[in-house]
Nanobody, 112 residues
């Protein structure tokens, strides 16, 4: 399985972005998927996760602003990011822990 993350970019504070993570196979229907992020000089942070059954979890720092959801038929998981803050700036990765696969990452930059 391969994961392809996309949707990053440069946005002003308060703006929105939607990240996508497309899998090469039908994996999200039976495996959980996580979005992580890593900013320069900081540890990797688990941002959000979604189980095979659709249960979700979020880091406290993004609760109420980010939403993770998926479309199994498209083998794609999304991360809708609203009310973005400069501290959200990072490279965002998608990962499927069950198979130990991680996408290449997409840069999100939020300007103040």
């Amino acid at each position: 399985v391969q994961l392809q993350a996309s949707g990053g970019g440069l946005v002003q504070a308060g703006g929105s972005l939607r990240l996508s993570c497309a899998a090469s196979g039908n994996i999200f229907s039976f495996a959980a998927m996580n979005w992580y992020r890593q900013a320069p000089g900081k540890q990797r942070e688990l941002v959000a996760g979604i189980s095979a059954g659709g249960s979700t979890n979020y880091a406290d720092s993004v609760k109420g602003r980010f939403t993770i959801f998926k479309e199994n038929a498209k083998n794609t998981v999304y991360l809708q990011m609203n009310s973005l803050k400069p501290e959200d700036t990072a490279v965002y990765y998608c990962s499927v822990p069950l198979v130990g696969v991680r996408g290449q990452g997409t840069q999100v930059t939020v300007s103040s």
